[in-house]
T-cell receptor
Framework: GQQVMQIPQYQHVQEGEDFTTYCNSS?????IQWYKQRPGGHPVFLIQ?????EVKKQKRLTFQFGEAKKNSSLHITATQTTDVGTYFC?????????????FGQGTELSVKP | GAVVSQHPSRVICKSGTSVKIECRSL??????MFWYRQFPKQSLMLMAT?????????EQGVEKDKFLINHASLTLSTLTVTSAHPEDSSFYIC????????????FGPGTRLTVL
């Protein structure tokens, strides 16, 4: 069945270091979305990528969508303690027009001050 | 804009009781709402899709008689966990998809259910 895989599962960094999480789909995606969930909180929508090879930036966050639209990455430059949380990628379930998403397992980021 | 509320945020109940969780889209109409379950340190698992005015669609392995979903209006969906047991303890999160901007989902703050 359709799968979305994320690596790494955990990442511990020193404040100021960079961080990257990778997302791979077993199928071509029409779009990919990224969410951030703070500890004890709920997922918050960060961004959606639609075009092949698309790159979008939000301050220190850089999102990429692969040429084949099967993989994506989120890169954070110079992490801060406010970046702590779990980052999920999600893609639409194929052959479903109802908006269902399939989530990756998430990458939990911890930042040591 | 695009705020989704959930109530209650936290509930503790005895085994065998039923618990109702409400999900409301506060400033937009949501033709579709989704109910997820999340265990600690795990990803979100979709339980069901709720469409206004029609029966919910449940994912494989989710008991529809156990988790009753009602989508009474374009701004309200409810999940009732019937005859709750300790294994139902989890974090339940709803999300709402606006009628426009249909590729986005906005998540509620979640409800943490503890069944004793």
């Amino acid at each position: 069945g359709q799968q979305v895989m994320q690596i790494p599962q955990y990442q511990h960094v020193q404040e100021g270091e960079d961080f990257t999480t990778y997302c791979n789909s077993s199928t071509t995606l029409s779009n990919i979305q990224w969410y951030k969930q703070r500890p004890g909180g709920h997922p918050v929508f960060l961004i959606q990528l639609v075009k092949s090879g698309e790159v979008k930036k939000q301050k220190r966050l850089t999102f990429q969508f692969g040429e084949a639209k099967k993989n994506s990455s989120l890169h954070i430059t110079a992490t801060q303690t406010t970046d702590v949380g779990t980052y999920f990628c999600a893609g639409p379930v194929i052959y479903n027009q109802g908006g269902k998403l399939i989530f990756g397992q998430g990458t939990e980021l911890s930042v040591k001050p | 804009g695009a705020v989704v509320s959930q109530h209650p945020s936290r509930v503790i109940c005895k085994s065998g009781t039923s618990v109702k969780i409400e999900c409301r889209s506060l400033d937009f109409q949501a033709t579709t709402m989704f109910w997820y379950r999340q265990f600690p340190k795990q990803s979100l698992m979709l339980m069901a899709t709720s469409n206004e005015g029609s029966k919910a669609t449940y994912e494989q392995g989710v008991e529809k008689d156990k988790f009753l979903i009602n989508h009474a209006s374009l701004t309200l969906s409810t999940l009732t966990v019937t005859s709750a047991h300790p294994e139902d303890s989890s974090f339940y999160i709803c999300s709402a998809r606006p009628a426009v901007r249909y590729n986005e989902q906005f998540f509620g703050p979640g409800t943490r259910l503890t069944v004793l």
